[in-house]
């Protein structure tokens, strides 16, 4: 700024001598070069989205500096000034990093860059240079007699100025780039470009061009708005850009308004040198053009073919859990107290077996008849919506809860209607959970959840339907967030922990056992029990994970001290666990990860867990026995049916209850029935493990019953592993007992 406006004292009447003119000419006007190029280096070395133009950039103007530099150090000293002359190489050269620059700076305005606005930027181009030629440099240089080089150069300049600014033009236009300050600014800069190079074609031409006068501040003046727009770039991350949306007017507006002009100068064409080359450039505008409608055609169909398929379930032809997230966005949003919406989760009954006994074909069959089923009973504004497997869903705008749950009832019954797949009349069932919005859940992924808590509710209870209600004790927003946290804490290794509680044998004291018993220690509600996070862990979907978790801890303990105590741990089990087909193979896994062998591990679950799916379950613990892995049936005297399972489970051990043991010191009744159940389970071949044992009477009279096992606060608490570590170590010097 400095050396321009120093620059600009001496464009008009100056100091004579060679040290003004070297002053001047050289130092001053240079400096601006100089300054200019480091501005757009510093630039580039920004982090920004336009590193790469501002890099392009320095690499114009110190082009333009080396052609300053050859011409007044060398060609203004010849005797006769050849032009052009080399610095006119330099200068031309300039050009080429310019456009690159620019095109770089529209490519990182986008958020992606279509064939068709390369083609856009050329129509624009070829039409403002027909343009150009054609009204502007024509007449002028008919005014000239220069040499053809000469012209042709000194006509290069503009020319080229012109096709630049057309390409910035049409593509700013149609990008929606109008307001964007840093391409603002270079179009200004090639403006004043334009400006000299005209003025300057006259002059040489004519061959009376004198460095230093008024002219040469055009081109400082353009150097020096490119660096301002390179310093004054502050664009951190490469953003997507203003201009996303190519559809409207606005993309043919510009192209078109090429187009024309450049019809116009055909139809003008007289036939002299200059607008030849104008026609030219209008033919060739044209040209472009046509191409230009012919891909965005191309790309509009495409586009539109894209859009739909992304959001269509290829199945069923309903839309997507995309289409689905969309819509329930907009809605959520719209949401008020008083215009609440609702959110439907459809998960179909007995889908597995249909699948399972007839085939994928017969089931994918199924799921494409639900939604010309289901489709006529919405409202107007409802969308249906596959979420994959055998899940739908219904986004209900401007909807109340009850309407959204009569609805719901009205679906299902729809979907209780018997169906014909490959010819078979089948029945299936439909679980719906019905969520609400603004409250309680007020975005798209608490209303999915509720939804989610609800169907999985309207499943369990087998009740088809079912409305999610806030829990009065944490509120909808603590157990969802509970959820999430458990999630999380399931992914890291500090918060889920094992506690374990030893097992003594009761007639000699040793510790034949330990049972892990899973802690959370949460970061805010410190250490939870299995009764609060479990039912989180159910509810989420978490139950395999966290049983993952807690294998791999016990094991990792067991690990520890086997080598020199074996004490076999105990781990428990959840419904979901015992139905997974990969238990036994994750076991052996796990097992043989961390050193131990199969006896080293007994697996605990409580009668009611097998109720689920019986035979899968029966299937898992056979596999689990033949690797080794010892069995247990855990609170046993509290389920039902106890004793029909107690036939077919493969069991090694029975835990009685803590309800069935804490009294039998003071009640005949109570004693009567562990006697009993003793003699039950060692005919089975089962030993029989007393829970809850709270003092050494209880124990004592436990052991005179028969009881093999103890476990107990009366023995120990349940203790961190390092804990337990300790006190094995103690026990095995003192018996317990
Ligand atoms: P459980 O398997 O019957 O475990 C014994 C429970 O009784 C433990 O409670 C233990 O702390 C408690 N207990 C032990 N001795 C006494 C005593 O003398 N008196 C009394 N009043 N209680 C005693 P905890 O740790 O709260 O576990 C509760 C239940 O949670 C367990 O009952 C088990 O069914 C389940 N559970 C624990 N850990 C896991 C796990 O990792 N996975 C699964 N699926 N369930 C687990
Ligand atoms: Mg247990
Ligand atoms: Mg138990």
Redesign the pocket.
Known sequence: MTALALFATGVGPRPDGAFWTTAYDLVLYNAVYVGAACVCVLAARRAGRDRRAWAALATAITLGLVGNLVYTLVITRMDVEPYPSVADLFYLGYYLPLYVALVALIRARVTRFHTSMWLDGVVGALGAGAVAVAVMLGPALELTDGHTAAVLTSLAYPVADVVLLGLLVAAGAILGLRGDRTLLLLAAAIIANLGGDIVFLDLATQGIYVEGGPLDLTWLIAVTLMATAASADRTAAPAGGSATSRVGWRVVAVPLACNVASLVVLALDGGNRFNSAAAWLAVGCALAALARVAITFREVRAYNAVKAEARTDELTGLPNRRALLERATSVVAEASPDRPAALLLLDLDGFKEVNDSLGHHAGDSLLRQIGPRLVPALRGGDLLARLGGDEFAVVMPDATLDAAEGLAHRLRDLVLQPVTVEGIRLHVGVSIGVASTPVPAATVEELLRCADVAMYSAKTSRAGVHVYVPDPRGGTGDRLRTMEQLRTALGRDDQIEVHL?PQVDLRNGGVVGA????RWRHPVRGLL???DL?PAAEQAGLLRP??DT?LALSLSAAASWWPSQEVPVS????AANVTDLDLPGKVAQALVRHGLPARALTL?L?EDTLMTDPERGQQVLGELRRLGVRTSI??YGTGYSSLTYLRHLPADELKLD?SLTHDVAAEPRAAAIVRHTVALAHELGLSLVA????DDQTAAVLADLGCDVA????IAH?MPVADFRSWLAEARGSRVG
């Open positions: 509680q049972e892990a018993l899973v029990s299995p009764a479990l966290l049983a807690v781990v428990n089990l959840s605990e409580v855990d609170d803590r829970e809850g044992v709270e476990q107990g606060f009366g349940p």
